[in-house]
Structures are given as structure tokens and as C-alpha cells.
């Protein structure tokens, strides 16, 4: 019985597989939360910045699987990036998590929930775009060099937003980070990602 390596061509479906998996639990929560939402909308006073969020995060979700496919071009896949991998999409999975709980009973509206949980959500939102800087170095250096100074200022700036969030309970900000963020994913995804290659 002859035994042959697998290509990366072999792999990376494999891979992707058990990614999607869990990128689809996340998009399933967000899913019914929102349909929770529309079943039962005098259930608990609506906030729509917890609602922007939702729709910022279901966005990153989709955008996550569209470019996750430049993973195909490793060539060496090794148990520990196929781990960080699957750690970078459970992170994104809690982020669904975070923002409809299994339960609401213990709060009186998503504002109050959404403000209660807010270090959680930030610090999980933060961690996700560091964990993207990692992602894009693993699809190699023309793949980094290719989003330039702003990938480098975008970074660190979203992550200093994001600690601010967590410090700062102020509603005029929360609504000004989550505008500026939904506003800045959907131009970057149109200028950098709009081809898958």
C-alpha cells in the first residue's frame, strides 16, 4: 500500500473546512439574535449601537472567510499555524457570542447588557486585530507589504480605540467608534479586498 504526501493544494480545504465550522457558529448567533430580535421586538429595548456592532462583526465574519482563501498560497502548513487559525475564528465566534447572550433575564435593555459586557468585547475585538497582523504574515511578505503604512497606523490605532472603549463609558464615543469602524471596514474590504486575487 503506497502512502503519499498531501500538497497544500490537499490541506488547506481540510483546513478550511473545520474553519468554516466555526466561523458558521458565529454567523448563526448573530443570525438568531437578530431574528430573536425581530420575533420578539418589545422584549428588551433595542440600542443601536450594540445593533451596529452586530452588523460590524457579521461583516467581519463574511470578510474573514473572503480573504482567509489567501491561506491557499502556504506551502508548509505545520499543527501550529492550522491551531491559530482555528484560535483566530473562535475568537471571532466569541465576539458573536458576546454580543447575544444565551440569556437576557439579568439585564433590562442591550444598552445595559452591552455596557455590562463592554471590556469583554473590546478586549476580544482588539485581540482580533492583533491576531490579524499574524494572519497576514503568515500568507508571507508580499502579502503584508501589499496593504502598505496604513495596514501598520491602522493596527495600533484600532487597538488604542478599543482600550479606550473599555475604559470609557461615554455614548457619544461608543457611537463614534462604531460609525468610524463600520465606515472604515467597508472601505477597506472595497479598496484592498474587493478581488479574491
Same mark, same amino acid.
Given at each position: 500500500?503506497?502512502? =503519499?504526501?498531501?500538497?497544500? %493544494? /490537499?490541506?488547506? #480545504? %481540510? ?24 420575533? +420578539? ?8 449601537? +450594540?445593533?451596529? @456592532? ?10 474573514? @472567510?473572503?480573504?482567509? !482563501?489567501?491561506?491557499?498560497?502556504? =506551502? ?24 447575544? #447572550? /444565551? ?7 442591550? =444598552? ?7 471590556? @469583554? ?13 499574524? /494572519?497576514?504574515?503568515?500568507?508571507? #511578505?508580499? +502579502? !503584508? ?10 493596527? #495600533? ?12 463609558? /461615554?455614548?457619544?464615543? %461608543? ?23
Amino acid at each position: 500500500m503506497s502512502t =503519499e504526501i498531501a500538497s497544500q %493544494h /490537499d490541506i488547506f #480545504p %481540510h483546513i478550511r473546512i473545520v474553519m468554516g465550522m466555526v466561523i458558521g457558529l458565529g454567523v448563526t448567533r448573530l443570525l438568531s439574535g437578530t431574528a430573536r430580535i425581530v420575533q +420578539h421586538p418589545g422584549q428588551y429595548r433595542l440600542y443601536a449601537v +450594540h445593533l451596529a @456592532w452586530v452588523a460590524s462583526v457579521l461583516l467581519m465574519l463574511v470578510h474573514f @472567510w473572503w480573504w482567509e !482563501f489567501g491561506l491557499y498560497a502556504i =506551502e508548509n502548513w505545520t499543527f501550529g499555524k492550522y491551531l491559530f487559525i482555528i484560535f483566530y475564528a473562535i475568537t471571532l465566534f466569541l465576539l458573536c457570542a458576546l454580543l447575544f #447572550p /444565551d440569556s437576557m433575564l439579568d439585564y433590562t435593555s442591550y =444598552e445595559d447588557y452591552f455596557y455590562s459586557r463592554r471590556a @469583554w468585547f473590546f478586549g476580544l475585538l482588539a485581540a482580533t486585530y492583533l491576531l490579524d497582523v499574524i /494572519d497576514t504574515l503568515l500568507k508571507g #511578505p508580499a +502579502h !503584508f507589504a501589499r496593504f502598505g503604512n496604513e495596514y501598520l497606523i491602522r493596527t #495600533p490605532v484600532f487597538v488604542a480605540l478599543c482600550i479606550v472603549a473599555i475604559l470609557v463609558r /461615554d455614548k457619544r464615543f %461608543h457611537i463614534a467608534f462604531v460609525t468610524a469602524a463600520l465606515i472604515y471596514q467597508i472601505s477597506f474590504i472595497l479598496r484592498l479586498f474587493d478581488t479574491i486575487v
